[in-house]
């Protein structure tokens, strides 16, 4: 049911119940659970595995959106940030996956993360000593979350942190999963410097759990199709702000 969501973006409770042979009531319980582990939101009459206002995505989804965006801001911290020599840590967004792909251009670096993603892209990359930080699995983020989590990455100190974020309202970061949020504190609290990578359609949504404000950071990246408004409003609240041409 989860992969078959997962590759039609939205499929309806009837649909379902006939695929299965089960019941409407079934349907529903089980898309109760897919939803609480994240896999999914329940709209009306269905399914969907794709980003809405409030569900930022699957990771298959997340990983296919705003590829070009994604890839102008981490060339550009590649390029103003990375230095070799320097221990980095990337969080589970896929943001910092795409960036995790360039690192091997300034190696030797030593990598920290608890993104498998970024775990098997860096995996045999010469150059790169890779540090992961375990914890409680969890398959909807494919990355260890959580206190356990936070405490690994509480116990190491980072030159740099690149971070993102599922929204952004008011200047202040949130994020959908409490875990999330634990773990990325923590590398937060343990990084010489932070720096934010947002694209431009983190400013349209939203989520439960307050993470960081922007000025809290060193540096926040976003791409040319972020509005000038919002770039003005959050650089006049403090944040140091840059755009990148796509």
Request: hydrophobic content about 45%; some cysteine.
């Amino acid at each position: 049911m989860r992969r078959q969501i997962a590759e039609a973006g939205f499929v309806r409770v009837d649909a379902l119940a006939r695929d299965y042979g089960v019941s409407i009531m079934t349907v529903h319980r089980d898309l109760d659970e897919l939803e609480r582990l994240g896999f999914l939101h329940k709209v009306r009459g269905g399914a969907t595995s794709a980003p809405t206002t409030t569900f930022h995505g699957d990771l298959e989804h997340r990983m296919q959106a705003q590829v070009d965006a994604k890839l102008a801001i981490a060339r550009e911290v590649l390029r103003s940030e990375v230095e070799s020599g320097q221990v980095v840590a990337l969080d589970d967004s896929t943001t910092s996956l795409v960036l995790a792909r360039l690192l091997p251009e300034k190696a030797p670096l030593t990598v920290v993360t608890h993104f498998l993603p970024v775990i098997r892209a860096l995996a045999a990359q010469p150059g790169i000593e890779l540090i992961g930080l375990g914890g409680r699995y969890d398959a909807a983020y494919d990355s260890f979350l959580g206190q356990v989590t936070a405490e690994a990455a509480a116990g190491l100190r980072y030159d740099l942190l690149f971070l993102s974020t599922t929204a952004v309202a008011d200047g202040v970061c949130y994020i959908q999963s409490l875990d999330t949020v634990i773990t990325r504190r923590a590398l937060i609290a343990s990084a010489a410097r932070s720096v934010a990578l947002v694209d431009h359609t983190k400013f349209d949504r939203r989520a439960l759990h307050r993470l960081v404000g922007l000025r809290e950071l060193d540096r926040v990246v976003v791409d040319d199709a972020t509005s000038e408004q919002v770039v003005r409003r959050e650089r006049a609240r403090g944040a140091t702000v840059d755009v990148v041409a796509k």
